[in-house]
């Protein structure tokens, strides 16, 4: 099947009789009639379901459509795409360890990285997306466990090279993981050009209309962990809390990295997606197809607008000719990047401020990819733990507007911005 046709119909196929929607699965446990086999769903010898802190139907068939959407082998939903992020990562580094990160990633990723993590021993190397060869080399370190980057990064949109870190990466003996949220599987797909892990808020384009929060984690299945046993135990050595299962060697590349991160992290974390949750992520995948091509369509058009006022200090959109990733976004994304357009209003962040204020269409919100068009300030928002500095590394100004176009009218939207800049 092709792509616009997994969208709708990937993950769940009804037999004779049954619900033609995807059942919702609303409860926490399930019934068996003997402890036996109850238990040989604990040892993994059996598939199935016990508890939905782990798994649950709705959930798995959601995943399998995501799955399906990147060409993977494996995948799993989490409750949210920082959980996504976090489980990938700590899935194969721990205390310890070290992990190379693009500098230009959304401010809640660089904050889990460079804070939270750092405090549970994970040390990270951050480096500019456009960094040199040499600069790229120097970052790795003996005890380097994976590369970590975005397609797309959040607000900056820096187009990742996907291909040259996966090449970097795998030299190195180890995987790269990307997160993909913004350009979703209908505008680039990871794995075709190296990437071993890939990561989503599912929050954003996918589910579509603000309605879930959500994350995934989709493996490729081609990493091979035992080639490089040394690095990752904790896939190629017995899991004494699971009698002893090495999930390397008993699911094979396919299966090994979700499968640990399914019944080890979720199982001790816990960062349980809804069934609920999962049903209406599943509505939005069934038109994503469609609202990425409406929401690549308005921000052309609006950042082409925005390059051509007086009051606009410069636009940041992969789309434009102009923009310096153009090229890089024409080899990974030829149909198109996103609906996010980051531009600098003159002035710096008051005048910034005031045209956000002075907003009618677009709303001032703490989201983005959404089927309404809303706006940001992300220096004082969701950057605003960084400091000068590490911002300047991230690509976010103090004069930065991160406007995620929805699936208004352009014409509308432009007009928005329009009387929005005549009163700064």
Known sequence: MRIETKCVQSGYTPGNGEPRQIPIVQSTTFKYATSEAMGRLFDLEDSGYFYSRLQNPTCDAVAAKICDLEGGTAAMLTSSGQSANFYAVFNIAGNGDHVVSSASIYGGTY????????????????????????ELEAAFRPNTKAVFGETIANPALT????????????????????????ATPINCRPFEWGADIVTHSTTKYMDGHGAAVGGAIV???????LAHADKFPGL???DESYHGVTYAEKFGLGGAFITKCTVQLMRDFGSTPSPQSAFMLNLGLESLH?????????????AQYLE??????????????????????????PKGTCGVVSFGVKGGREAASRFMQNLRIAAIETHVADARTCCLH?????????????LVAAGVSGDLVRLSCGLESAEDLIEDIAQALEQI
């Open 290 to 302: 469609v609202r990425m091509e409406r929401h690549c369509e308005n921000a052309l058009k609006v």
């Open 378 to 390: 992300p220096a004082s928002t969701t950057h605003r733990q960084m400091n000068d500095a590490e």
């Open 308 to 333: 051509q006022h007086d009051k606009i200090a410069w636009v940041n959109y992969p789309g434009l000719e102009s923009s310096p990733y153009h090229a890089r976004a024409q080899k990974y994304m």
């Open 159 to 182: 187009v990742f090279d996907v291909e040259r870190f996966a090449n970097a990466a795998h030299a190195h003996g180890v995987p790269l993981i990307v997160d993909n949220t913004f």
């Open 236 to 238: 190629t050595t017995p």
């Open 111 to 134: 904050n889990l990285f460079a804070v939270t993590m750092k405090r549970m021993g994970v040390d990270f190397t951050f480096i500019s997306p456009d960094c040199t060869d040499a």
């Open 219 to 225: 493996d490729a299945g081609r990493f091979d962990w």
